[in-house]
């Protein structure tokens, strides 16, 4: 059974730092990783996406910039540094698997149980 764990979220002040991580166990890590955000009464959202073998990543556009991506396989883990952060940034986090990277979310097939990430003013 595959589990994905997502730690790192938090308060954080407006221009300020976070780093999200996501751990996988239960099967090959060697998947493409996503991250996705849903703020309160908000739809799910990409936010940025990895290759299996971080050759390529992808991000949304209003995260472009101040958040990176990246994976340790060795650690089976993914990582979202999140930089800059605004109070549009306020959601709970998603890490996902899917066989290859997507911005679509019926790509997933996995998903972590989320995150929440609070900036304040």
């Known amino acids: 059974q595959v589990q994905l764990v997502e730690s790192g979220g938090g308060l954080v002040q407006a221009g300020g730092s976070l780093r999200l991580s996501c751990t996988s166990s239960g099967r090959s890590f060697f998947t493409a990783m996503g991250w996705f955000r849903q703020a309160p009464g908000k739809e799910r959202e990409f936010v940025a996406a990895?290759?299996?073998?971080?050759?390529?990543?992808d991000y949304a556009d209003s995260v472009k910039g101040r958040f990176t991506i990246s994976r340790d396989n060795a650690k089976n883990t993914v990582y979202l540094q999140m930089g800059s952060l605004n109070f549009e940034d306020t959601a709970v986090y998603y890490c996902a698997a899917a066989l290859r990277l997507s911005r679509d979310m019926r790509e997933y097939d996995k998903w972590g149980q989320g995150t929440q990430v609070t900036v304040s003013s």
């Open positions: 990895i290759s299996r073998n971080a050759y390529f990543t």
